[in-house]
């Protein structure tokens, strides 16, 4: 079992930043993939970003690519999203999640927090 608890939602303008963290426990993440999906209201969950633990190999959803930024710190077994130029469409619950670097199955879960920009 992992045990993901998201922070660092909130509201802010367009063009404004945001630093989302994940915290995990319960597992060692080194042979997980960490990744950040977001559902805005209506629309279905979407990918955003994803980073191998082990080798910090990161990868990103166009939409996001150049103004999001994933990261981890192995000794908080946490991971960040860092959100820069923020846009109305950016509006979202922003979920973390982990799987198995062996599966494309995302097998563990935060409850989400909120983003919300403002035009």
């Known amino acids: 079992q992992v045990q993901l608890v998201e922070s660092g939602g909130g509201l802010v303008q367009a063009g404004g930043s945001l630093r989302l963290s994940c915290a995990a426990s319960?597992?060692?993440?080194?042979?997980?993939?960490m990744g950040w999906f977001r559902q805005a209201p209506g629309k279905e969950r979407e990918f955003v970003a994803r980073i191998t633990w082990r080798s910090g190999i990161t990868y990103y959803a166009d939409s996001v690519k150049g103004r999001f930024t994933i990261s981890r710190d192995n000794a908080k077994n946490t991971v960040y999203l860092q959100m820069n130029s923020l846009k109305p469409e950016d509006t979202a619950v922003y979920y973390c999640a982990v799987r198995s670097i062996t599966t494309t199955q995302w097998s563990y879960w935060g409850q989400g927090t909120q983003v919300t920009v403002s035009s």
């Open positions: 319960g597992r060692t993440l080194s042979n997980y993939v």
